[in-house]
């Protein structure tokens, strides 16, 4: 019988994360601090993030051991699952091969514990007793609200506002865990009070949160602050992802024409393609590294590239990426995960390169892929993960228009179990592809930081 499921052993799992910044031709610039417009030394980040966690920020090295506490709690759901999408490829009547990398088979659903872990473990081990937090779908407080509790750690997670309506029960998630969650822009920062003087009925923005996390972790001693995307890091933490499914393929004697995942912040797209990547840059691998992100907020599509604050209030370091502006105000699309103004340097970078490409759809396009590939392979993806979906599917039947064999990889980086309010919003007809807002693009472009 063909394969459905391509698995590894525990003994199979990476013992070590692959840094992509040890291969890149070009490396991102560095981060600059918020206050001097000068390079970042560490003792500027000390204030909110571990010394180990900092030290892997800057790291060239081409492998990073994996700690042996993290790997035990990796053992809870990694490795995980590599499936074949037979009943999606017979219903598209395509020739391509199309594996997807499944994600949601963690205690969190998605991929977000794969650095929640790590992260909440150099922190607890210098002395941090808790943990601030932005969310944006709500994936990202789920894991490290568990990662906290694995740990004894206390965790406050500011979740952006129209998602703490769109999607309750993740937030309900995060208080079986413990954690304190607060919906973003909130009174409890002077970042949070300012927005909502401007604008009282504002959806919040990831921009926005991550500004009233670190506001939050730069005013107790014992807190610390942790990002669910963007910082090297952080991507680096999620490699484990195509470091797994590029072994999985090789058990079945295949490799991939196109690795594709959704692309909000980037650590779902770094974490599937980075060892990829590699082969690309090192050895010459002949393969299409696909991001996916919302129309609505088409960072790497539509946006400039150059440095940008992380968040809105300027507390962050500056970063050299692609950015829409701070300012930028998405609108509420139902993949709360993707409304992020900025990217991550280093897929930033690879993008620049040409080393990977980008692409945006609007969300009704996005859902009716993710409908189709519930129906055929019985799992409900997260409207993130639905984006990566839909661009496997165009890739499908491109390669049924040319008559061609092609392997796609996709990551399915999160289940939709707890998003099914968006997917009734589909199903009655209520769901809309909202316009990109071109004057609020305009305006936010114009103010960007002159570097």
């Not at 280093?346 to 080393?355: A, E, K, N, P, R």
């Not at 049924?400 to 009655?428: C, I, K, Q």
Request: proline share 7%; hydrophobic share 35%; glycine share 8%.
């Amino acid at each position: 019988m063909s394969e459905i499921k391509v698995l590894l052993t525990e003994k199979e799992m990476p013992r070590a994360w692959y840094n992509i910044q040890a291969d890149m031709p070009n490396k991102p610039k560095p981060p600059l601090n918020p206050a001097t417009k000068e390079p970042i030394a560490p003792q500027d980040l000390t204030p909110i993030f571990p010394l180990e966690l900092i030290k892997q920020e800057a790291s060239e090295e081409r492998w990073i051991e994996i700690p042996d506490e993290v790997m035990e709690i990796y053992k809870l759901w990694r490795p995980s699952p590599l499936c074949r999408a037979r009943r999606l490829e017979k219903a598209l009547d395509t020739p391509a091969k199309i594996y997807y990398k499944y994600e949601g088979a963690s205690p969190a659903g998605s991929h977000k514990l794969n650095t929640a872990v790590p992260q909440a473990y150099y922190n607890k081990k210098e002395g941090i007793k808790r943990l601030a937090t932005e969310t944006g779908a709500g994936q990202w407080g789920v894991a490290l609200s568990q990662a906290c509790n694995f740990f004894g750690m206390e965790c406050t997670v500011y979740m952006v506002k129209v998602s703490y309506h769109q999607k309750p029960y993740r937030r309900s998630l995060m208080h079986v865990f413990g954690s304190e969650v607060i919906a973003s822009p909130s009174d409890r920062t002077n970042s949070g009070r300012e927005i909502l003087k401007k604008d009282p009925e504002s959806l919040g923005s990831l921009g926005i949160a991550i500004s009233e996390a670190v506001e939050d972790a730069a005013g107790r001693d014992d807190t610390n602050y942790a990002l669910g995307s963007v910082l090297n890091h952080v991507l680096l933490h999620q490699t484990v992802i195509g470091l797994e499914a590029r072994e999985q393929l090789a058990k079945v004697d295949n490799y991939p024409d196109v690795v594709i995942a959704c692309c909000g912040g980037g650590s779902n797209f770094g974490g599937a393609t980075f060892p990829f990547a590699y082969d690309k840059i090192v050895k010459g691998a002949k393969v299409k590294l696909l991001a996916v992100e919302p129309s609505a907020c088409p960072t790497l599509t539509r946006g400039r590239f150059g440095y940008d604050y992380g968040d809105v209030a300027g507390f962050t370091p500056l970063l050299s990426m692609y950015t829409l502006g701070t300012e930028f105000m998405p609108p509420g699309i139902h993949a709360g995960g993707l409304r992020y103004h900025g990217e991550s340097p280093l897929v930033s970078q690879l993008v620049h390169d040409g080393i990977a490409e980008a692409v945006a759809y609007g969300q009704t396009a996005v859902f009716d892929s993710g409908v189709l590939f519930a129906r055929c392979e019985g799992i409900v993806p997260a409207p993130e993960s639905s984006h990566a979906i839909h661009a496997a599917v165009e890739e499908a039947l491109a390669a049924r228009e040319a008559g061609e064999s092609r392997t796609v990889l996709f990551n399915l980086s999160g289940h939709g179990l707890l998003d099914l309010p968006s997917y009734d919003a589909y199903m009655e007809g209520n769901l809309v592809d909202y316009p990109l807002p071109e004057e609020n693009l305009k305006k936010a472009l114009e103010k960007l930081p002159k570097i």
